[in-house]
């Protein structure tokens, strides 16, 4: 029973580019979580998914950011033009319910590194 | 909306001696509470949560944690260290039982000398 799957690991861009981060939740699992981990923060909610909807995207900044969970594959976290701004630990996180009360399960992460 | 203070950004505990890590939050009800565990290279993975009741709670690898809502507080201990809990610890916090986010305090990382 595999575990939330990130890929890749890392991910290196330079300025402009496009960045994009997967996550496979655990099975059986239908709400996607994405946090962000800034250099000496916490962690920050970003946005909140079910399968093919958006449910809460309050944490996300408004350009160039976007996440989306299809009915098929994994849930996706875009960033385009990227700049150095954006170099952070990426989590993404999966609960059977979407309750609070859940134990939320983290996959290990994307680092990423903007140039 | 809620936040969670860590006060201490790095500890440094001799194997074997006690631990204790300090988590303060702000929210007018009482919250639910979370302690997780980060170690290098890896994802968080929870340790022990509180919602109600019994405000001594249990967790995984011999933690423990007290809610003082006097205090707003949610300190979590170990009485004897191992060399393995070397890690970055965070404290969250959830508003109610509908509130799918979590606020996570900016942790307080923990290391162990021999």
């Known amino acids: 029973n595999a575990g939330v799957m990130q890929n890749p690991r890392h991910l290196v861009r330079r300025r402009g580019q496009e960045a994009r981060l997967r996550c496979s939740p655990m099975k059986g699992h239908s709400h996607v979580y994405w946090y962000r981990q800034l250099p000496e923060e916490g962690l920050k909610f970003m946005v909140y998914l079910q399968k093919e909807n958006i449910i809460d995207e309050s944490g996300m900044p408004k350009e160039r950011f976007s996440a989306e969970f299809p009915k098929e594959g994994p849930s996706i976290l875009r960033i385009q033009q990227v700049v150095r701004g954006d170099s952070a630990a990426y989590f993404c996180?999966?609960?059977?319910?979407?309750?609070?009360?859940?134990?939320?399960?983290f996959g290990s992460g994307t680092q990423l590194s903007v140039l | 909306a809620q936040s969670v203070t860590q006060p201490d950004i790095h500890i440094t505990v001799s194997e074997g001696a006690s631990l204790e890590l300090r988590c303060n939050y702000s929210y007018g009800a009482t919250p639910y509470l979370f302690w997780y565990v980060q170690s290098p290279g890896q994802g968080l993975q929870l340790l022990l949560k509180y919602f109600s009741g019994d405000t001594l709670v249990q967790g995984i690898k011999g933690f423990e944690a007290e809610f003082k809502r006097s205090q707003s507080s949610f300190n979590l201990r170990k009485p004897s260290v191992h060399w393995s809990d070397a890690a970055e610890y965070f404290c969250?916090?959830?508003?109610?039982?509908?509130?799918?986010?979590?606020?996570f305090g900016a942790g307080t990382t923990v290391t162990v000398r021999a």
């Open positions: 969250a916090v959830g508003a109610t039982s509908n509130d799918y986010k979590l606020s």
């Open positions: 996180a999966s609960s059977p319910r979407g309750r609070v009360e859940e134990k939320l399960f």
